[in-house]
């Protein structure tokens, strides 16, 4: 588009206004500075003139001392001293009557030229009389009279002088009057001329500008009907002919749309028919879009009624999920997991519908809402249920034969004596078997206690350096035999939490156990506890419990699925480790335990990117006095 006119009228108009500023300051200058240079030569003058005036004045006085000395008697000192002062008064008289341009100045100094002459000639007269007395009388007769005149003359100069710099200062204070009353004349008329340029300006800018910003308006709700008029031919006019093309091909394309609309509408909701499960399509607001004629069962009679997905009775964590979900927080989707189930009464049965939530972008407005999906998953349920029985009456059921054998194993341990080397190796084996599957079943009898919501705690101060410090030792031998190197860096002060020392034993050993499967041979399982580097939410200093180990490391999209129900990394990474077992709910476990502490544990990277590290955090509590501080260990 091209702006050359619209252009060209703020040049000139801006142009004409910054002449004649420029042309007053110019001439301003000018004249300011030419009166500077003109009182300045003046006062220069001037005090040349006086200078020299007072300089003759001060010689012919000190000419009248040389005469005195000669009514002393001392006429030769006197004729001394009076010719060296007749010859400095004659030369300053020489520059005097140099520097003088006015007449009366001029004339002056003529009539100080005729009594100096006369000066002169009465004190020559007065050197020739011998007499003191008589040159005495002679002085004061004829010589003191010629003096005074010579001297009012030197006086009448100055006063001329004096008089010369007042003239001149009143010429520049007159002349610098003309010159502000010229420059604020001229700012007037440039003022004047800014004022109608700006009102032609506006004129012609800005009206079209606020018309085109209404039409804009009215475009935006809707109304595309606006047009603008305008008569110029510059850029605003094509400007308007511009936006009224685009106004008319967006009302063209509306009344395109508005079928593409109810063709995608009716799209929509036959897809929705076909869907076996509830869906709800929400708005920004959480208002119900539409919903699947299951979704229609699950509200009921009242499904006509319902208008937002907030009036159904929902859980709290749904609800939550589904506000991320509308603000466009793609995290809000949760994973699939029985324990959220909700319990609907659908046709007179109770079914389990779990919900997943999904942020959906332009729902209204261009603005996100949401799709909730709720899945009947009672069958999976029930075998949910099923299975969480079956595991609970099998660890039951084990417990009492394996103690059973893990006793008679510990009786034949004290005959040991009488068995070969390989036979002794063999026992150990089956003891140490014995003992894994013994935790296996403990894992899976707290298992069944935590989903069951059953698992109590024994809550009492525990020092944690002491507790992590035992754990260490008793868990040395088992690292020595894997040849891998274990630390323990305990905290500098005592830590103290309030919690169940066995249950977070039990969370530290699956930690531990953990490295210990994954950390190769002469590689290192660090144990650190740590005190004071942060805070939860509500201000209470944190404890950390970090077990770093130097093995091949989880990735990063494994770091969270880890502490989920038998979830094992060898299965999302081509196979299992050979020698590395486990039942994939030791880190779960540890997870629960923690959390019904009120802590959290966290998977990282380990140092410099390499191996994992797990970090426990549980909330501190001041020590007691005398508390020992546990031991270090490595």
């Known amino acids: 588009m091209n702006f050359r006119h619209l252009k060209t009228s703020f040049i000139l108009a801006g142009g004409l206004v910054v002449a004649t500023t420029v042309a007053g300051g110019i001439w301003s200058s000018l004249t300011f500075l030419r009166l500077s240079q003109l009182t300045g030569r003046e006062i220069q003058t001037s005090k040349e003139t006086i200078q020299l005036a007072s300089e003759i004045s001060g010689s012919l006085e000190r000419e009248d001392d040389a005469l005195l000395l000669s009514t002393a008697g001392e006429r030769d000192r006197a004729r001394a001293e009076l010719g060296k002062e007749r010859s400095g008064s004659e030369r300053a008289y020489q520059r005097l009557v140099a520097s003088l341009n006015e007449s009366a100045e001029k004339t002056a100094a003529v009539d100080l030229k005729g009594h100096l002459a006369e000066y002169r000639r009465a004190g020559d007269a007065l050197l020739s009389t011998a007499d003191p007395a008589a040159a005495r009388d002679f002085y004061h007769r004829f010589v003191n009279p010629a003096l005074r005149h010579a001297v009012g003359d030197c006086s009448s100069i100055r006063e001329l002088n004096f008089r010369s710099i007042e ?33 032609r300006l506006a004129r012609s800018v800005v009206g079209p500008v606020t018309e085109l910003s209404q039409s804009l308006d009215a475009v935006r709700t809707g109304d595309f009907d606006r047009r603008i ?3 110029s031919k510059n850029e605003l006019g094509r400007l308007a002919e511009g936006f009224n093309r685009m106004a008319a091909a967006l009302a063209e394309f509306q009344r395109l749309n508005v079928r593409e609309v109810v063709k995608a509408k009716e799209r929509l909701e036959a897809t929705l028919a076909a869907l076996p499960d509830a869906v709800f399509l929400l708005d ?33 964590d749904c609800l939550t999920a589904i506000g991320r979900a509308l603000k466009g927080d793609s995290s809000a989707e949760a994973p699939a997991d029985l324990g959220r189930t909700i319990p609907i009464s659908l046709a007179g049965r109770t079914r389990s519908m779990l919900p997943k939530v999904l942020p959906v972008s332009g729902v209204s407005g261009g603005r996100s809402g949401a799709v909730v999906v709720f899945y009947d998953v009672t069958e999976l349920a029930k075998l949910d249920e099923l299975r969480t029985e079956m595991v609970a009456v099998a660890s039951h059921e084990l417990k009492t034969p394996l103690t059973t054998l893990r006793m008679n194993l510990l009786l034949l341990q004290e005959s040991m004596k009488e068995l070969s080397g390989s036979q002794k190796e063999m026992f150990d084996t089956a003891l140490l078997g014995c003992r894994e599957l013994q935790n296996t079943v403990d894992e899976l009898l707290d298992l069944t206690r935590i989903e069951a919501g059953q698992l109590r705690l024994s809550m009492d101060r525990v020092d944690v350096n002491a507790l992590v410090g035992e754990l260490v030792v008793s868990q040395s031998s088992r690292f020595d035999g894997a040849q891998i190197h274990l630390e323990y860096v305990e905290a500098s ?62 990735k990063y999209e494994y770091r969270e699925k880890v502490f989920e129900k038998f979830f094992r990394v060898e299965h999302h ?21 923690i959390e019904a502490h009120g802590g959290s ?7 410099n990117g390499c191996g994992t590290r797990f970090a426990v955090c549980l909330a501190a509590e001041p020590s007691e006095v005398g508390l020992p501080s546990g031991r270090k260990a490595s």
């Open 167 to 199: 003239a001149a200062g009143v010429g520049a204070r007159d002349e610098a009057a003309r010159s502000t009353w010229i420059v604020l004349g001229i700012s007037a008329a440039a003022l004047v001329i800014s004022s109608l340029v700006a009102l």
């Open 284 to 316: 920004s607001d959480g208002g119900i879009v539409s919903m699947s004629p299951p979704a229609r069962k699950m509200v009921g009679d009242d499904a006509d009624k319902v208008r937002r997905i907030y009036d159904l009775l929902l859980p709290t």
């Open 493 to 554: 002060s005592s830590c103290t939490v309030r919690g169940d020392a066995a249950r977070l034993r039990i969370a530290l050993l699956n930690i531990l156990g953990n490295a210990l499967k994954y950390t190769p041979p002469r590689g290192t399982v660090r144990v650190r506890v740590s005190s004071g580097g942060s805070q939860d939410r509500h201000g209470v200093p944190l404890v950390e419990i970090s077990v770093t180990d130097t093995g091949p490391g989880i």
């Open 229 to 231: 008029s305008l008569p």
């Open 573 to 593: 990474t081509g196979g299992d480790k050979p020698g590395v077992g486990g039942a994939g709910i030791g880190l779960y476990l540890t997870r629960q335990i």
């Open 601 to 607: 544990i966290r998977c990282d990277a380990g140092e």
